[in-house]
């Protein structure tokens, strides 16, 4: 059976579809693992309900670019779809890690998974520090969804001459994405790290993790060459830099309704993001000398984050970095209609593009 048989289907429909059985398939792993494993007293934490909800919602971007990499070799599969759905539960251990180390109460519009076990270990009147309960716990979870995301891989159906082509990448990729958030933590926004050095930092734990690994991780299953190889690797830098761009953007200027966060929530949490990098750069010795005095304030209120917008906007940055995706993407687009891939991924590539640096969906 073919994921979908109608291989004419416009390319926003298909990715749709194939997005839609990415979440059935994840959520139903998850709930089976989370039946098979919280059971006793594990059962009585909110685990068992807490771990499948935190997977439903997420725009599934990784697993739609490895699929779309695996389209450039090979025809539509079950098996392949399966595999690289196992993608989203890595990028789910990501979150919940991640939401620990910013501190961030929200995810997804909802309370992130370290906020709901602590507030589950205040309801229950448990001894020590709810906080500190829920923060282990999220870490834990985390851990769970990095196991489940390797043995979803390798229960998919893919042959295991299929999957050893793939593991060098997927190894690749998880290390890198640790590497980069270390290098995350290390760029406090107070230092003001170099441009250079946010570059790289999105690269490792952003760019390459969300678009390139994943369609080289694709590719390299369907057996491609290294020519499309190379293609889909230059496609997905750019288009891996341009996301973490506006994803910046977002969390300094986003709608909460899109981000799920509050507005500014990156200025509370000190990212030396590249937005704010840039504003640095760009700022003459009056608007230096503004910032200098944002970054250190003690605490970042919501007049803060109005003047924080302001002085990022005065700058210049806001408009720099809008001109900076727009070349990516542009770059990135050239390179695919260069490249003379398969119609159906490179179709798929081009919506995708604007998908992960419009925020359209």
């Given at each position: ?39 006793g007293w594990a059962a009585e934490t909110p685990a068992a309900t ?215 929530d990156d200025l509370r949490e000190r990212k030396a993001s590249s ?87």
């Amino acid at each position: 059976m073919t994921v979908i048989p109608h291989t004419a289907t416009a390319p926003a429909v298909w990715l749709d579809a194939l997005r839609h059985r990415c979440a059935a398939d994840v959520h139903r792993f998850v709930t089976e693992r989370a039946g098979e494993h919280f059971t006793g007293w594990a059962a009585e934490t909110p685990a068992a309900t807490a771990l499948p909800e935190f997977v439903a919602g997420g725009k599934f971007l990784r697993p739609l670019f490895a699929y779309a990499g695996w389209r450039c070799g090979e025809s539509e599969n079950d098996a392949a779809l399966r595999a690289v759905a196992s993608l989203e539960l890595l990028h789910c251990f990501a979150l919940a890690q991640d939401d620990v180390m910013d501190g961030s109460a929200r995810r997804r519009g909802r309370p992130a998974l370290h906020v709901s076990f602590a507030r589950w270990h205040e309801s229950a009147g448990l001894g020590g520090s709810a906080a500190r309960f829920g923060e282990s716990a999220a870490i834990l979870a985390g851990d769970l969804f990095l196991v489940w995301s390797e043995q979803m891989l390798r229960e998919s159906g893919l042959g295991t001459d299929v999957l050893a082509r793939g593991w060098p990448v997927h190894d690749h990729l998880r290390s890198e994405l640790a590497v980069g958030q270390l290098g995350d933590l290390i760029n406090d926004a107070r230092t003001l790290p170099s441009w250079s050095d946010v570059l790289d930092v999105i690269r490792r734990k952003s760019g390459n993790y969300t678009v390139r690994r994943p369609l080289e991780f694709g590719a390299a299953l369907a057996g491609c060459d290294t020519d499309v190889i190379d293609v889909l690797g230059t496609y997905g830098e750019l288009i891996g830099e341009a996301f973490q761009f506006r994803d910046d953007l977002l969390g300094v200027f986003g709608d909460p309704a899109v981000t799920g966060k509050p507005a500014g929530d990156d200025l509370r949490e000190r990212k030396a993001s590249s937005v704010v990098v840039l504003a640095a750069e760009l700022a003459g010795d009056r608007q230096r000398r503004e910032l200098d005095d944002l970054l250190a304030a003690d605490a970042v209120d919501p007049a803060a984050v109005a003047r924080w917008q302001h002085l990022i906007t005065a700058t210049g940055a806001r408009d720099q970095l809008e001109k900076l995706i727009d070349d990516r993407v542009h770059r990135a687009l050239e390179a695919i209609d260069l490249a003379g891939l398969p119609d159906r991924p490179a179709a798929a590539l081009t919506a995708l593009a604007v998908r992960c640096t419009e925020r359209v969906r």
